[in-house]
């Protein structure tokens, strides 16, 4: 399997494993021994504790929350056994106990290995809040899935 083809089939995994609310699926797309995470608001985690952590995180999550992501690949570079990805997750998270949904945007930063099975796994993940531009009062369309505004 070409290598870019591989890292977009983990990507897919990851967006699956958050809308299926499937920790176990969303913890293989992350290094076996441990990955380091610098999450937008969280201290950063190295190891095996980012592992726990974002098991613990994606439990509450799921647990409080419907969720819809939007992933958005601006670029895959391939270099050697290393591969970095950058884009857009894009949230919309819906509480369970009701209410309106909350809709988020992030940009991210990922760096990929391939293990010694050959699979590609998160090795760095690094992410921002995004926000829309604002040039005088025109607001550019930031959600893919907001409706374009009217000419």
Do not use: C
């Not at 950063?44 to 992933?71: I, P």
């Not at 670029?75 to 369970?96: F, K, M, N, S, Y």
């Amino acid at each position: 399997m070409d290598d870019k083809y591989a890292i977009n089939v983990a990507k897919t995994i990851y967006r699956e494993a958050h809308e299926q609310r499937d920790v176990e699926k969303l913890l293989s797309v992350f290094g076996t021994n441990g990955f380091t995470d610098m999450s937008a608001g969280q201290p950063s985690k190295y190891g095996q504790e980012a592992r726990t952590v974002l098991r613990d995180r994606a439990t509450q999550l799921f647990a409080e929350y419907t969720v819809r992501l939007n992933v958005i690949i601006i670029d895959v570079v391939i270099q050697g056994e290393t591969a970095r990805d950058h884009g857009w997750h894009e949230w919309i998270l819906t509480p369970r106990a009701r209410g309106p949904a909350v809709r988020r945007r992030e940009r991210y930063f990922e760096l990929w290995n391939r293990e010694g099975d050959g699979t590609w796994r998160i090795s760095l993940f690094l992410n921002n809040a995004d926000v829309p531009e604002q040039v005088g009062s025109s607001v550019s369309r930031w959600f893919m899935t907001e409706k374009p505004a009217s000419v």
